[in-house]
């Protein structure tokens, strides 16, 4: 493929308005993906020369990151996500009746070039599927008079802009505010407040509530900002800066990929005021002037609305030079969109795709706090730590400190879906118990839940009255429930799947051992596994949770080792009653063989001994 003069022209312009810079190469190679419906290799050597990068790195990043593409994809390139809520809804079938219906494969494109599918790994919207994308833009609760519709739209070539708006429009769903989400702060008060008050006093503050992180490590917040704002003096790594006082960044983590965790979609939805208050106090503290919101590639439809907020926000002199009137406190947040990896919402990875590279977390320590962003002392926060942050710094730490447990403070926002009659976000302080919760979403007939995540933990019936907090059991906030109807085995595939195709591929540990748990889960699934894959799986899973460079690997097995642990039966009633089949079923394989050659007789297949 040659590139025509007017799109080298177009590539200039978008590297121009990306300031040429490479720590924009991903934001440009969105770009190119959307003009082009792919990455052009000509484009690719366009973007290094213009850029100053190595070929590799430009290729690199399109490798690593799904929303990018070599092959073209469709002019309308469908999504179905693959999170176990959604399958549980029938996406699956879904998928295949919309394939049948468009003429298309899954991960193809059809002949004319009009439209592809795949299915991605998760699109945040378990509250509300069977859910996908087109282009990246929402489509929830689809059934198949949606799909049929959809396909019309397609077949007659309707630009996307004039379909009919119910198709995209996602609801909040909050079922049960508490703390933060009955007590929104108006816009700029609490940063008022703080000014008054002092910013130190402020982190005193933040210090004084207990908040503790919300992404899910719970890592003490005023202690990271603390250290951000202590960090290097001088810029031994930064030779440029010598002598000054090194920049400082904010990043607000809204990568929000662990499938099951969407409430932070409503909180940007919402209550993005708020996110970005708190990001301003944390930038006063620290003395950053130039913030980032990393905002999962899935959450498109959301960006929009939050560069107007940005915007309104600019106007009102909450951002920008002299916020509020107060001379040196400068600081402004541009918006990074991510590209479809859930490795990317990992701190120090997020970072690396930050500055326009492959998210390949980093080795640690040091830690952002000290050596984030280009180097430099940098704050990564949880979307819901900044907004807690803010009302914190408006009500006092007393007020926050008040509620939830001695070492768990506050509330938790829970992202709840699965088996219940109502999905949606909830808000409890900490220390409610499971049963609590499952009453309140009505849950009936519930087997069990999986809190975190698949990088969390699968709790059964007996483990109910289990509370949730830092002490017993942590949360980023994602809660899927089963009941007695779902095959748990089914489940944890579903989340080795997920895992596998998701590992970043940095580590031999995580990247081989994920795949292998996938094989395992598939071999028992099928009715192929034997006593000995137990004993196999149970090894692995251990050595892939010590072995791993990240928390991905760290937590990938988490699932299946809670299971095997906790429902040994249900692994042991799918085995067949052999000591040891192997992975590779040589006998199947040569089926075809034995075909051609009208062999069928005994000597021709493989023996199996029984136990
Ligand atoms: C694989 C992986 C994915 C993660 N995804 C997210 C995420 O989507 N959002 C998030 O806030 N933290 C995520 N984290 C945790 C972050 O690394 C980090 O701890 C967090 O953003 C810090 O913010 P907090 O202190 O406010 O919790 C993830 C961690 C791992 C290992
Ligand atoms: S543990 Fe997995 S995701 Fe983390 S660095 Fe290793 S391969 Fe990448």
């Given at each position: 493929m040659t590139i025509s003069d007017a799109d080298q022209a177009w590539l200039s312009a978008v590297v121009a308005n990306h300031g040429r810079h490479a720590t924009r190469l991903l934001q440009i190679l969105r770009d190119v993906q959307d003009h082009f419906r792919h990455i052009p290799r000509p484009v690719m050597q366009l973007l290094a020369e213009q850029l100053g990068v190595p070929l590799a790195q430009?290729?690199?990043?399109?490798?690593?990151?799904?929303?990018?593409?070599?092959?073209?994809?469709?002019?309308?390139?469908?999504?179905?996500?693959?999170?176990?809520?959604?399958?549980?809804?029938?996406?699956?079938?879904?998928g295949t009746y919309l394939c049948d219906k468009l003429g298309v494969a899954d991960g193809e494109t059809r002949a004319d070039g009009r439209v592809s599918f795949a299915y991605t790994s998760c699109s945040g919207l378990c509250d509300q599927g069977p859910a996908g994308?087109?282009?990246?833009?929402?489509?929830?609760?689809?059934?198949?008079?949606?799909?049929?519709?959809?396909?019309?739209?397609?077949?007659?070539?309707?630009?996307?802009?004039?379909?009919?708006q119910d198709l995209f429009s996602a609801r909040d769903n909050v079922r049960r505010p508490g703390l933060l989400l009955s007590n929104p702060v108006a816009s700029g008060s609490a940063l008022k407040w703080s000014l008054m008050r002092g910013l130190a006093s402020t982190l005193d503050e933040v210090d004084k509530s207990g908040l503790r992180g919300r992404g899910g490590a719970g890592f003490q917040t005023s202690w990271k900002w603390r250290f951000c704002f202590e960090g290097p003096e001088e810029t031994a790594v930064c030779p440029v800066e010598k002598g000054e006082r090194m920049e400082r960044y904010v990043v607000c983590n809204a990568d929000e990929g662990e499938p099951g965790t969407f409430k932070d979609r409503v909180l940007l939805n919402s209550h993005a005021h708020q996110v970005f208050e708190g990001m301003t106090l944390c930038a006063g503290i620290v003395g950053a002037k130039q913030g980032f919101l990393y905002l999962r590639g899935e959450y498109l439809a959301l960006r929009a609305k939050l560069e107007a907020v940005l915007?309104?926000?600019?106007?009102?002199?909450?951002?920008g030079v002299g916020i509020l009137g107060r001379e040196g406190f400068d600081f402004d947040i541009e918006i990074h969109m991510g590209a479809g990896a859930y490795i990317c919402g990992e701190e120090s990875a997020l970072i690396e795709s930050l500055e326009g590279k492959r998210?390949?977390?980093?080795?640690r320590p040091p830690y952002p706090v000290t050596h984030g962003y280009l180097g430099r002392p940098t704050v990564v926060n949880n979307v819901e730590t900044f907004v807690a942050a803010a009302a914190i710094a408006l009500k006092g730490g007393v007020w926050f400190a008040s509620h939830g447990t001695e070492k768990s403070k506050g509330s938790k926002i829970l992202s709840?879906?699965?088996?219940?009659?109502?999905?949606?976000?909830?808000?409890?302080?900490?220390?409610?118990s499971i049963a609590q919760i499952l009453k309140d979403c009505g849950a009936a007939n519930?087997?069990?839940?999986?809190?975190?995540?698949?990088?969390?933990?699968?709790?059964?019936?007996?483990?109910?009255?289990?509370?949730?907090?830092?002490?017993?059991?942590?949360?980023?906030g994602s809660f899927m429930i089963f009941d007695k109807t779902r095959d748990v085995l089914e489940i944890v595939r579903n989340f080795t799947h997920f895992f596998a195709h998701e590992s970043c591929g940095f580590c031999t540990p995580c990247r081989v051992g994920t795949s292998l748990l996938r094989n395992a889960m598939d071999k028992l699934c099928a009715g192929h596994g034997a006593a000995g894959d137990l004993v196999e799986i149970g090894n692995l899973g251990q050595f892939v949770r010590a072995a791993s460079h990240c928390g991905l690997g760290q937590t990938a097995a988490n699932p299946l080792l809670a299971t095997l642990e906790r429902f040994p039966e249900l692994y042991q009633s799918r085995l067949k009653s052999i000591s040891f089949e192997p992975g590779f079923d040589l006998d199947g394989e040569l089926s075809t063989a034995r075909r051609m050659t009208g062999r069928d007789d005994a000597h021709a297949h493989l023996e199996q001994e029984s136990v």
């Open positions: 430009v290729q690199g990043v399109t490798e690593f990151y799904s929303f990018l593409s070599t092959q073209p994809q469709g002019r309308y390139h469908l999504q179905l996500s693959d999170s176990i809520s959604d399958h549980m809804l029938g996406s699956r079938a879904l994308l087109v282009n990246g833009w929402w489509l929830p609760k689809l059934d198949r008079s949606r799909i049929d519709r959809i396909s019309a739209l397609v077949e007659a070539d309707v630009p996307l802009s004039q379909w009919p915007a309104e926000r600019r106007r009102l002199n909450l951002l998210g390949t977390p980093r080795n709840i879906c699965g088996d219940c009659a109502r999905p949606g976000i909830y808000e409890y302080d900490f220390g409610v519930t087997f069990g839940v999986q809190v975190g995540g698949p990088s969390g933990v699968f709790i059964g019936e007996q483990e109910f009255e289990r509370r949730l907090g830092f002490e017993d059991l942590a949360t980023g």
